[in-house]
């Protein structure tokens, strides 16, 4: 092939932040901050539920950050971090009005065209909600278009338990059947105990009707897929999404592969009958 | 116009398609061709402006001017009296150059680029910019680094930034043109895959703005025990090259394979070429591959199923054991580019850039995220890794395997660990299965 042939019409600048700013702070648990950001041009960013945005702080790098929002808010977008790397404790020292810089959004999301109509079941381990509400609000936003709504939430304590205010919404929607569970109660704790898998032993729904989202951490999917084909889910009726390190998030720098897939590219979120044969997926 | 003949590449390029492309036109019929003594295909401009009106293609206009333009309209050399090859019936794509001539055609490359070429380094050598031809030496086995450090430097600015602004600004790549010389068809199987890499999914603006301001001359070469390009099929004369100087002994045969090859020819002395000289040059090719003691067994065809049908095989373990995770590997692999991103701020901690760095997936933070997970922990699978990168995931999309037989993960390898080894090893394992 002549270099010619590579020289074409698309070529991107695919590296330089978006400027944005931080219109609202608040510290949700120990470890969770919640962040409201507003892009400086004012526009929207654009997204699908279930995808990732690269947060930059110059000096400090760039993480992929789930968007927590629902495209049906308008404006400025939710992202909730957990202080676990450079970045992040970083992000958890900026001050309300702070400026931060924003790539993306990048990867695919959930298919919500495919999703109307449909009865969903929503499984949410710990930090994993952080994602998963970006669905969850949109759904509840466009109620009318799905079909049954399920809402199963795990954290490992109560003090974990993230969006409280937000939980009360779901508690009180008579649409929504809303489930929550922590591992280890404390004396305050008055609901039900139990791993996440608890909830769903004792569920009702209709597995030809239904789409299950799950986001959790790694151990979470295992048992929670168990649990499901134990309910007689079809694989291609389970939706994850995976965390991986997705450093460029174009799709280039290799560090989300999973086997022959660029988690950056065609993730986070996945069908799961198209991970079965990845053996490094899960 | 005066009817002149075409070659496939210019065919191709006219079309924007292979070469390969345009000879199954050729073999199907669509495009009539007549063949020369030494069996390449020519197509006259009447012939070639029939097929392309008739497929809707866009007929080059130069094609209908009068046949004084026609010469330089084309892309052929401009005429000039001291050169020897404006007589008629001579090959224009393929011409001799003595060796004493070499320095001649670096100072002709030197009117518009940078040029680098191979240059003994200790045992090895490295392609180092030439500040006169005399130090280069063409006549070699192997680089250090492929000239893949031309394409995806070891560093690159992807941002400028001032912490204090927060204003933030993409540096320009470094593009000015540059000529590397005495590239290896192995070498430059690897920047056509990096091509595919940075053009897959989304076309990356630094990369390229570098690489089209790029000549590439390719040489033979001098196979050592590691080589094993025919086995992965990547002893390719006739890709991605502007010219290749085939070693013929006191010359080299060279194939001129784009405009741009043409252009820094010009005013060179050279010889038209003689059956002779093709029949040497074919010989300087056939020496292209594998040691007779060190084969890849299995087909390189195969390798995607024995990986995937050898994927549980302790195999992967016992060189997992082996490897020390140093990463060198990755580095000295023509087709590796992944990369990490670090933000470097000066001392006066207001200013500074983000940098990416060449990466390797046998260290084990690669696949690790903030929380602490790892998704790569084990060496096994590190190992595994990088062997199904090679042979197995994009090799269906590209058509062919991301690893180009040039050996220098093995060769470099302080453990021995050999990519070669491996696949026999997986095919013998698999086949007791």
Redesign the interface.
Same mark, same amino acid.
């Given at each position: 092939m002549p270099a010619e042939e590579h020289v074409c019409n698309c070529l991107e600048r695919l590296y330089k932040p978006r400027a944005a700013k931080l219109a609202k702070v608040e510290q949700l648990t120990a470890k969770e901050k919640f962040f409201e950001v507003r892009l400086d041009d004012g526009s929207d960013l654009g997204h699908q539920p279930g995808q990732f945005v690269e947060v930059s702080l110059f000096g400090y790098g760039e993480a992929p950050i789930s968007i927590s929002s629902s495209p049906t808010k308008k404006g400025s977008f939710d992202l909730c971090v957990r202080a676990a790397g450079g970045l992040t404790n970083a992000m958890h020292k900026l001050p309300q009005g702070a400026s931060i810089g924003i790539r993306g959004p990048f990867g695919k999301g959930f298919d919500t065209e495919f999703l109307k109509g449909k009865d969903i079941l929503f499984v949410g381990g710990g930090i994993g909600i952080v994602p998963l509400r970006s669905l969850i609000n949109y759904v509840l936003d466009k109620r009318k278009d799905f079909g049954k709504v399920t809402i199963l939430y795990g954290a490992k304590n109560p003090s974990e338990l993230l969006f409280i205010n937000e939980l009360e919404k779901w508690k009180n929607d008579k649409t929504v059947d809303f489930r929550l569970t922590v591992d280890r109660p404390d004396e305050s704790w008055k609901g039900h105990t139990g791993v996440i898998t608890t909830l769903i032993t004792d569920l009702q729904v209709d597995p030809a009707a239904t789409y299950a989202a799950i986001v959790g951490p790694p151990i979470m999917y295992k048992f929670v897929l168990l649990s499901l084909k134990a309910k007689q889910f079809r694989d291609d009726h389970i939706i994850v999404s995976l965390e991986r390190r997705m450093k460029c998030g174009v799709g280039k720098c290799g560090h989300c592969q999973i086997n022959s897939i660029y988690v950056c590219q065609d993730g986070p979120v996945f069908n799961y009958a198209t991970l079965k044969d990845l053996r490094e997926a899960f | 116009m005066a009817e002149r003949l075409l070659t496939t590449?210019e065919i #191709?390029?006219l079309c924007?398609v292979?070469t390969e492309t345009v000879v199954s036109w050729i073999k199907s019929g669509k495009l009539k061709a007549c063949s020369t003594p030494g069996g390449r295909y020519r197509v006259s401009t009447i012939t070639c402006a029939k097929f392309l009106d008739e497929y809707g293609l866009p007929v080059p206009r130069e094609w209908f001017m009068p046949d004084a333009a026609d010469g330089q309209a084309a892309g052929a050399a401009p005429a000039s009296p001291d050169q020897q090859t404006n007589e008629e019936n001579i090959d224009m794509d393929q011409l001799v150059l003595a060796k004493a001539f070499v320095p001649n055609l670096v100072e002709n490359l030197k009117k518009s680029y940078r040029v680098f070429g191979p240059v003994p380094q200790g045992a090895s050598s490295a392609f180092k910019e030439l500040d006169g031809s005399e130090s280069m030496q063409l006549d070699y086995t192997t680089t250090i680094l492929p000239p893949k450090k031309f394409v995806l430097p070891p560093r690159e600015k992807?941002?400028d930034?001032?912490?204090a602004t @927060?204003e933030?600004?993409?540096p320009k790549p470094d593009a000015r043109p540059i000529a590397v010389l005495g590239i290896h068809p192995c070498d430059m199987q690897g920047i056509?895959r990096l091509?595919f890499?940075? !053009? !897959?999914?989304?076309?990356? #603006?630094?990369y390229?703005?570098r690489?089209?301001n790029?000549?590439?001359v390719g040489t033979s070469c001098n196979p050592d025990e590691y080589c094993f390009c025919d086995a992965v099929g990547s002893n390719k004369f006739d890709? @991605?090259f502007?010219l290749f100087l085939s070693d013929i002994g006191q010359s080299y045969l060279v194939d001129v394979?784009?405009p741009?090859g043409r252009e820094v020819l010009a005013g060179l002395k050279m010889q038209p070429v003689t059956d002779i000289d093709r029949r040497e040059a074919k010989k300087a090719h056939d020496r292209c591959t594998s040691h007779p003691g060190r084969k890849m067994q299995p087909a390189v065809s195969s390798l995607p199923l024995l990986a995937k049908d050898g994927?549980e095989l302790d195999l992967w373990a016992n060189f997992g054991k082996r490897c020390l995770t140093c990463g060198t590997c990755n580095l000295v692999c023509p087709t590796c580019?992944?990369?990490?991103?670090?933000?470097n701020?000066e001392l006066d901690l207001t200013n500074?850039a983000?940098e990416?760095f060449w990466?390797s997936?046998q260290l084990e933070e690669?696949?690790?995220? #903030? @929380? @602490?997970?790892s998704?790569?922990k084990e060496r096994a699978?590190r190992q595994k890794?990088r062997f199904?990168?090679k042979f197995?995931?994009?090799a269906a999309e590209y058509g062919a395997p991301f690893c180009v037989g040039c050996g220098r993960c093995s060769r470099q390898c302080v453990a021995k660990i050999d990519i070669v080894e491996i696949a026999n090893e997986l095919e013998k394992a698999v086949a007791k299965l």
């Open positions: - | 590449g #191709a390029r924007r292979t992807l941002l930034f001032n912490i @927060g933030s600004c993409e056509l091509d890499a940075f !053009r !897959r999914g989304r076309c990356e #603006a630094n390229f703005e690489r089209k790029m000549l590439f890709q @991605g502007d394979l784009t741009r994927d580019y992944c990369f990490d991103v670090r933000d701020v500074g983000r990416r990466d997936c690669f696949a690790e995220v #903030a @929380g @602490g997970e998704f790569r699978n890794h199904n990168r197995r995931y994009f």
